[in-house]
Protein backbone atom coordinates (compact mmCIF):
# COMPACT_ATOMS: atom_id res chain seq x y z
CA UNK A 1 0.00 0.00 0.00
CA UNK A 2 1.11 3.49 -0.74
CA UNK A 3 1.63 5.83 1.76
CA UNK A 4 2.88 9.27 1.85
CA UNK A 5 3.24 11.10 5.05
CA UNK A 6 4.29 15.35 4.90
CA UNK A 7 5.43 16.09 8.46
CA UNK A 8 6.92 19.66 9.73
CA UNK A 9 4.37 22.64 8.76
CA UNK A 10 3.73 25.06 11.33
CA UNK A 11 3.08 28.61 12.70
CA UNK A 12 6.77 30.52 11.82
CA UNK A 13 7.15 34.50 11.98
CA UNK A 14 7.88 36.45 8.89
CA UNK A 15 11.39 36.20 7.84
CA UNK A 16 11.56 32.34 9.90
CA UNK A 17 12.30 29.06 7.91
CA UNK A 18 10.64 25.55 8.20
CA UNK A 19 11.64 22.16 7.09
CA UNK A 20 8.87 19.95 5.39
CA UNK A 21 9.59 16.67 5.02
CA UNK A 22 7.82 13.65 2.79
CA UNK A 23 8.08 10.52 3.86
CA UNK A 24 7.22 7.72 1.20
CA UNK A 25 6.67 4.08 1.48
CA UNK A 26 5.14 0.97 -0.69
CA UNK A 27 6.94 2.14 -3.76
CA UNK A 28 9.98 2.38 -5.11
CA UNK A 29 10.73 6.24 -4.01
CA UNK A 30 13.73 6.90 -6.65
CA UNK A 31 11.67 5.70 -9.82
CA UNK A 32 9.77 9.13 -8.91
CA UNK A 33 10.83 12.94 -9.26
CA UNK A 34 9.22 14.53 -6.83
CA UNK A 35 6.81 18.19 -6.67
CA UNK A 36 5.90 19.95 -3.78
CA UNK A 37 2.37 21.66 -4.43
CA UNK A 38 0.54 24.45 -2.22
CA UNK A 39 -2.78 25.47 -1.54
CA UNK A 40 -3.64 28.86 0.16
CA UNK A 41 -6.39 28.87 2.49
CA UNK A 42 -9.42 28.80 0.23
CA UNK A 43 -7.25 29.04 -2.93
CA UNK A 44 -5.85 27.31 -5.95
CA UNK A 45 -2.72 24.74 -6.25
CA UNK A 46 0.26 26.33 -7.35
CA UNK A 47 3.31 24.39 -8.07
CA UNK A 48 6.07 25.08 -5.98
CA UNK A 49 8.81 23.15 -6.87
CA UNK A 50 10.51 19.48 -8.38
CA UNK A 51 13.20 17.04 -8.17
CA UNK A 52 13.85 14.62 -10.09
CA UNK A 53 14.31 11.20 -9.16
CA UNK A 54 18.20 11.28 -9.07
CA UNK A 55 17.97 14.36 -6.42
CA UNK A 56 20.58 16.35 -8.66
CA UNK A 57 18.41 18.61 -10.93
CA UNK A 58 15.20 20.68 -9.18
CA UNK A 59 13.16 23.69 -10.51
CA UNK A 60 11.48 25.97 -8.18
CA UNK A 61 8.83 28.37 -8.76
CA UNK A 62 9.73 32.32 -9.12
CA UNK A 63 7.97 33.41 -6.13
CA UNK A 64 10.22 31.01 -3.99
CA UNK A 65 13.20 30.63 -6.08
CA UNK A 66 16.46 31.28 -3.87
CA UNK A 67 14.49 30.78 -0.52
CA UNK A 68 13.54 27.45 -0.79
CA UNK A 69 15.41 24.23 -1.55
CA UNK A 70 14.07 20.95 -1.88
CA UNK A 71 16.26 17.65 -1.50
CA UNK A 72 15.72 13.92 -0.61
CA UNK A 73 17.41 11.44 0.61
CA UNK A 74 16.80 8.49 -1.54
CA UNK A 75 17.87 5.58 0.87
CA UNK A 76 15.73 7.34 3.52
CA UNK A 77 12.65 7.73 0.94
CA UNK A 78 12.42 11.20 2.20
CA UNK A 79 11.63 14.72 0.32
CA UNK A 80 12.14 17.50 1.85
CA UNK A 81 11.88 21.21 1.43
CA UNK A 82 13.65 23.88 3.35
CA UNK A 83 11.91 27.09 3.46
CA UNK A 84 13.58 30.34 4.29
CA UNK A 85 12.88 33.90 4.44
CA UNK A 86 9.25 33.03 5.04
CA UNK A 87 6.07 35.36 4.17
CA UNK A 88 2.63 35.62 5.12
CA UNK A 89 1.94 34.69 1.39
CA UNK A 90 4.21 31.40 1.91
CA UNK A 91 0.81 30.37 4.04
CA UNK A 92 -0.44 27.40 2.61
CA UNK A 93 -1.35 23.73 2.69
CA UNK A 94 1.81 21.84 1.18
CA UNK A 95 1.19 18.91 -0.76
CA UNK A 96 4.38 16.30 -1.85
CA UNK A 97 3.65 14.84 -5.37
CA UNK A 98 4.73 12.21 -7.25
CA UNK A 99 5.69 11.72 -11.01
CA UNK A 100 6.53 8.60 -13.00
CA UNK A 101 5.77 10.58 -16.38
CA UNK A 102 3.40 13.00 -15.74
CA UNK A 103 2.76 15.09 -12.09
CA UNK A 104 -0.01 13.83 -9.54
CA UNK A 105 0.51 9.74 -9.43
CA UNK A 106 0.27 10.11 -5.79
CA UNK A 107 -0.54 12.72 -3.53
CA UNK A 108 0.53 13.31 0.93
CA UNK A 109 -2.51 14.61 2.76
CA UNK A 110 -0.56 17.94 2.97
CA UNK A 111 1.26 19.66 6.20
CA UNK A 112 -0.19 23.32 6.40
CA UNK A 113 2.20 26.06 7.16
CA UNK A 114 1.03 29.75 8.58
CA UNK A 115 3.40 32.41 8.38
CA UNK A 116 2.39 34.76 11.03
CA UNK A 117 3.40 37.51 13.71
CA UNK B 1 4.55 30.69 -18.49
CA UNK B 2 1.83 28.60 -19.99
CA UNK B 3 -1.38 30.58 -18.36
CA UNK B 4 -4.60 27.71 -17.81
CA UNK B 5 -7.91 29.43 -18.07
CA UNK B 6 -10.62 27.33 -17.23
CA UNK B 7 -14.46 28.02 -18.10
CA UNK B 8 -16.75 27.97 -16.63
CA UNK B 9 -15.66 28.40 -12.26
CA UNK B 10 -18.74 26.99 -11.00
CA UNK B 11 -21.04 24.48 -11.93
CA UNK B 12 -24.48 23.20 -11.05
CA UNK B 13 -25.56 20.09 -11.92
CA UNK B 14 -28.62 17.60 -11.73
CA UNK B 15 -27.93 14.27 -10.57
CA UNK B 16 -27.61 11.86 -14.15
CA UNK B 17 -27.07 14.54 -16.28
CA UNK B 18 -23.99 14.93 -17.63
CA UNK B 19 -21.22 17.86 -17.31
CA UNK B 20 -18.37 19.70 -19.01
CA UNK B 21 -15.42 21.37 -18.01
CA UNK B 22 -13.46 24.12 -20.34
CA UNK B 23 -9.53 24.12 -20.21
CA UNK B 24 -7.38 26.21 -22.34
CA UNK B 25 -4.07 26.98 -22.33
CA UNK B 26 -1.99 29.85 -23.51
CA UNK B 27 0.20 27.59 -26.36
CA UNK B 28 -0.06 24.32 -27.67
CA UNK B 29 0.83 21.43 -25.13
CA UNK B 30 1.63 19.07 -28.17
CA UNK B 31 4.81 18.05 -27.29
CA UNK B 32 7.54 17.36 -29.84
CA UNK B 33 7.39 13.36 -28.80
CA UNK B 34 3.73 13.61 -29.78
CA UNK B 35 2.05 13.42 -26.23
CA UNK B 36 -0.01 15.79 -24.87
CA UNK B 37 0.83 16.85 -20.73
CA UNK B 38 -2.39 17.97 -20.15
CA UNK B 39 -3.80 16.35 -16.80
CA UNK B 40 -7.23 16.75 -15.17
CA UNK B 41 -7.26 16.60 -10.86
CA UNK B 42 -10.05 16.29 -8.60
CA UNK B 43 -10.33 17.89 -5.46
CA UNK B 44 -13.52 16.26 -3.36
CA UNK B 45 -14.31 18.85 0.06
CA UNK B 46 -11.10 18.15 2.78
CA UNK B 47 -9.62 15.89 0.54
CA UNK B 48 -5.90 16.00 -0.87
CA UNK B 49 -6.48 15.91 -4.55
CA UNK B 50 -6.13 12.96 -6.75
CA UNK B 51 -5.69 12.87 -10.69
CA UNK B 52 -8.06 11.43 -13.13
CA UNK B 53 -6.68 12.02 -16.33
CA UNK B 54 -3.21 12.23 -17.42
CA UNK B 55 -1.65 12.75 -20.93
CA UNK B 56 -5.10 14.60 -23.05
CA UNK B 57 -7.40 11.12 -22.30
CA UNK B 58 -5.59 8.52 -20.08
CA UNK B 59 -7.62 7.43 -17.09
CA UNK B 60 -6.18 6.76 -14.24
CA UNK B 61 -6.59 3.52 -12.42
CA UNK B 62 -10.15 3.37 -10.33
CA UNK B 63 -11.63 6.25 -12.23
CA UNK B 64 -14.89 5.50 -12.88
CA UNK B 65 -15.52 5.65 -16.91
CA UNK B 66 -18.15 8.16 -16.80
CA UNK B 67 -14.48 10.59 -16.97
CA UNK B 68 -13.41 11.20 -19.93
CA UNK B 69 -10.78 13.49 -21.22
CA UNK B 70 -10.27 15.40 -25.04
CA UNK B 71 -9.19 17.73 -26.87
CA UNK B 72 -5.83 18.97 -28.97
CA UNK B 73 -3.58 22.07 -28.94
CA UNK B 74 -5.01 24.78 -26.78
CA UNK B 75 -8.47 23.47 -25.89
CA UNK B 76 -9.50 20.62 -23.97
CA UNK B 77 -12.58 19.15 -22.10
CA UNK B 78 -13.27 16.97 -18.77
CA UNK B 79 -16.56 15.27 -19.66
CA UNK B 80 -18.93 13.57 -16.78
CA UNK B 81 -21.36 11.39 -18.38
CA UNK B 82 -23.55 10.94 -15.67
CA UNK B 83 -22.85 13.46 -12.65
CA UNK B 84 -23.47 11.22 -9.00
CA UNK B 85 -22.88 12.85 -5.64
CA UNK B 86 -19.47 11.80 -5.05
CA UNK B 87 -18.39 13.91 -8.17
CA UNK B 88 -18.79 17.43 -6.11
CA UNK B 89 -15.74 18.97 -5.71
CA UNK B 90 -13.39 21.05 -7.83
CA UNK B 91 -11.36 20.12 -10.77
CA UNK B 92 -8.43 21.26 -11.76
CA UNK B 93 -6.73 21.09 -15.38
CA UNK B 94 -2.50 21.39 -15.79
CA UNK B 95 0.07 21.19 -18.23
CA UNK B 96 3.05 19.59 -17.92
CA UNK B 97 4.09 19.97 -21.49
CA UNK B 98 6.15 22.84 -20.72
CA UNK B 99 8.14 23.50 -17.41
CA UNK B 100 8.84 25.31 -15.53
CA UNK B 101 6.71 26.04 -14.47
CA UNK B 102 3.53 23.49 -13.80
CA UNK B 103 0.61 25.39 -14.37
CA UNK B 104 -2.69 24.55 -13.23
CA UNK B 105 -5.71 26.09 -14.30
CA UNK B 106 -8.02 28.20 -11.38
CA UNK B 107 -10.47 25.43 -10.51
CA UNK B 108 -13.84 24.40 -11.42
CA UNK B 109 -16.09 24.18 -8.15
CA UNK B 110 -18.92 21.31 -9.30
CA UNK B 111 -22.57 20.69 -7.13
CA UNK B 112 -25.30 19.04 -7.42
CA UNK B 113 -28.26 21.35 -8.30
Known amino acids: EVQVVESGGGLVQPGGSLRLSCEVS????????MHWVRQAPGKGLVWVSR????????NYADSVNGRFTVSRDNAKNTLYLQMNSLRAEDTAVYYC??????????WGQGTLVTVSS | DVVMTQSPLSLSVTLGQPASISCRSS???????????LNWFQQRPGQSPRRLIY???HRESGVPDRFSGSGSGTDFALKISRVEAEDVGVYYC??????????FGQGTKLEIK
Open chain 1, 97 to 106: VGDRGSPGDF
Open chain 1, 26 to 33: GFIFHGYD
Open chain 2, 55 to 57: ELS
Open chain 2, 27 to 37: QSLLHSNGKTY
Open chain 2, 94 to 103: MQSTHWPPYT
Open chain 1, 51 to 58: IDRDGIGA
